[in-house]
């Protein structure tokens, strides 16, 4: 006798439990009045330079930020985004190549949620796994690099369909490698019509603002600007903020 019904029914049972945690979680971070933004990315997207700088950023504006961050084996991503001075959690997942909701749940021990303005959760480098499971986050961003090429959507339909936003990174890149960015944006729409682009590059702060905007407009802070993303040039300078961060490329 086949045992694919058997695994069939573990999987639907695991992800029906992982749906539960997850309702619970996105309840409870309601109650905290906390905004909570996943990544997901195939590996070397520009996930946590994207992240780093985000951090870096949101925490000169003012916000109480944090992070959680998935990987299968080490913690060089938590260390490296240590350098915004943000709390900041690691959670390795061994053979497991997703986050799910009892992770975050247990990650989240000796954290005040009360007291953060924004989470922000890096899952594991992966368009797969990830798409099935929901962590209980406000806002779901899936990153596609232009050195991944113009197809990722198509190839990979189920995470651009479980995402809210896609952003497209390393866009100082996209020259050089002959990325075709109006295929790209077709692609995204086929896929997912209607869902928000935003394309940028860290290293050379293209779309920066827009991203920086986009978060903004997610939560209500009176010393920012408007949700006009042409304010921000001004507010930078009074804020001696370099939306800019050198040497990477994301």
């Keep these: 006798?086949?045992?694919?019904?058997?695994?069939v029914e573990v999987?639907?049972?695991?992800?029906?439990?992982?749906?539960?945690?997850?309702?619970?979680?996105?309840?409870?971070?309601?109650d905290a009045g906390l905004l909570v933004v996943s990544m997901v990315s195939t590996p070397g997207a520009g996930k946590t330079a994207l992240l780093e700088h985000t951090l870096t950023q949101m925490k000169a504006y003012g916000f109480h930020v944090a992070a959680l961050v998935g990987d299968?084996?080490?913690?060089?991503?938590?260390?490296?985004?240590?350098?915004?001075?943000?709390?900041?959690?690691?959670?390795?997942?061994?053979t497991i190549c997703h986050?799910?909701?009892d992770?975050?749940?247990?990650?989240?021990?000796?954290?005040?949620?009360?007291?953060?303005?924004?989470?922000?959760?890096?899952?594991?480098?992966?368009?797969?796994?990830?798409?099935?499971?929901?962590?209980?986050?406000?806002?779901?961003?899936?990153?596609?690099?232009?050195t991944e090429g113009e197809d990722k959507p198509l190839k990979y339909p189920t995470i651009f369909n479980s995402a809210d936003v896609a952003v497209i990174t390393k866009m100082d890149l996209a020259k050089a490698v002959e990325f075709d960015l109006d295929a790209a944006r077709a692609n995204i729409q086929r896929v997912r019509p209607g869902m928000?682009?935003?394309?940028?590059?860290?290293k050379s702060g293209v779309g920066m603002e827009e991203y920086l905007c986009f978060l903004r407009s997610k939560l209500q802070?009176?010393?920012?600007?408007?949700?006009?993303?042409?304010?921000?040039?001004?507010?930078?300078?009074?804020?001696?903020?370099?939306?800019?961060v050198p040497n990477e490329s994301a």
Aim: proline share 5%; glycine share 4%; net charge neutral.
């Design 196 to 202: 928000k682009i935003i394309e940028l590059s860290v």
């Design 103 to 146: 992770m975050v749940r247990h990650a989240l021990d000796g954290w005040t949620l009360t007291e953060l303005d924004v989470l922000f959760i890096e899952n594991v480098g992966n368009l797969v796994c990830p798409s099935s499971y929901d962590l209980g986050e406000n806002i779901r961003l899936v990153l596609m690099s232009v």
């Design 99 to 101: 986050l799910d909701a």
């Design 11 to 30: 999987r639907q049972n695991v992800l029906k439990q992982n749906d539960l945690l997850a309702r619970k979680l996105r309840q409870r971070f309601a």
């Design 72 to 94: 299968l084996a080490t913690e060089n991503d938590a260390r490296r985004l240590a350098r915004s001075n943000a709390p900041v959690k690691q959670i390795v997942t061994g």
């Design 221 to 244: 802070c009176p010393e920012m600007p408007s949700t006009d993303c042409a304010d921000y040039a001004d507010f930078f300078k009074e804020k001696g903020v370099n939306p800019i």
């Design 1 to 7: 006798m086949s045992s694919q019904p058997r695994m």
